[in-house]
């Protein structure tokens, strides 16, 4: 008798196991992205990370200890062209069925229906997660260059979390306001990474990229706060927006803003002397790396 309960114990949690799952990956999720690759089960995602970190912290840098640092200029020029390209599509996806700025402070519920637009608004989701996905590549060429140094928990933190929450909003969101986080975000990734293009041909330019370098980090923290407040607007009472995604996504956006405010602070107001100033260079790979804003040497 107790082999008997002990049994219909266990099959009884098994069964409520199953039916949170269900309840969580199909039922909470919106059904038109069941077929998307990569959406519908989670074990991709997961993989997909635990790929990322082996390959990373693990696999390349054990094959490059005993070989020579890799250049991979033209594959980080590509690199670059192909995510402000990348960045511009994914606005272009999003305006073309009917992304407004209403989005930022209008409740925008999220729309489930079989329409165009709203599916479009599915599309282009899909495609900005696919877009975080192809980012992941940035730390493996890294590890390749063996430049360690820029390979800091945070930078990887950033971009399994944009993966995440890309993720997340294409799986969950149907096209509701917090949309906006991925046109702002694409926004400073096209400066961002014609920044980054344009430092690779900085003996070549006839202008420092230092008074741009602030600027850009000015962009981020704007950015930053401006998905705050789009979150402040997404989670009043009367809009039915998921709760859990403004939740999740809000704290990080709080770290991250103190971060950049830290460094702003440190690197643009403040008088240092040289030796100050070689310790907030070599710093400034742990701060900067939450959005990608270090530099590439």
Not at 183 to 196: C, D
Not at 234 to 252: E, I, K, Q, T, W
Request: proline share 4%.
């Amino acid at each position: 008798m107790e082999h008997e309960g002990a049994i219909h114990y266990l099959l009884h949690n098994v069964t409520s196991l199953k039916g949170l799952y269900n309840f969580l990956v199909d039922d909470l999720a919106d059904h038109r992205t069941r077929d998307l690759p990569l959406l519908h089960n989670p074990l991709w995602i997961i993989g997909c990370i635990g790929l990322y970190l082996l390959l990373v912290l693990r696999i390349v840098p054990d094959i490059m200890q005993e070989r020579k640092a890799m250049q991979l200029k033209y594959p980080i020029i590509v690199y670059d062209a192909f995510q402000m390209l990348g960045s511009a599509c994914s606005i272009y996806l999003f305006y073309r069925h009917g992304w407004t700025f209403q989005y930022f402070y209008k409740c925008r519920a999220p729309d489930f229906s079989n329409d165009k637009d709203s599916i479009g608004f599915i599309y282009a989701a899909y495609f900005t997660f696919l877009l975080k996905m192809s980012e992941l590549i940035e730390t493996v060429m890294y590890a390749l260059r063996k430049k360690n140094a820029q390979i800091s928990s945070f930078h990887v933190y950033h971009h399994c979390y944009a993966l995440v929450t890309s993720w997340g909003f294409a799986k969950y969101g149907g096209g509701s306001m917090l949309s906006y986080t991925i046109i702002v975000n694409s926004i400073v990734h096209i400066f961002m990474y014609a920044y980054y293009l344009s430092s690779i041909f900085a003996k070549q330019l006839p202008f420092s990229l230092v008074p741009v370098k602030k600027l850009i980090t000015l962009l981020q923290i704007t950015q930053l706060i401006t998905v705050l407040i789009n979150l402040g607007f997404a989670m009043r009472p009367d809009c039915p927006v998921p709760l859990g995604h403004c939740l999740f996504h809000g704290p990080n956006m709080a770290l991250q803003i103190k971060l950049f405010a830290d460094f702003y602070l440190r690197t643009y107001t403040s008088r240092k002397t040289e030796k100050d100033n070689l310790l907030l260079t070599s710093n400034e790979v742990v701060v900067n790396v939450a959005s990608n804003t270090y530099k590439r040497k």
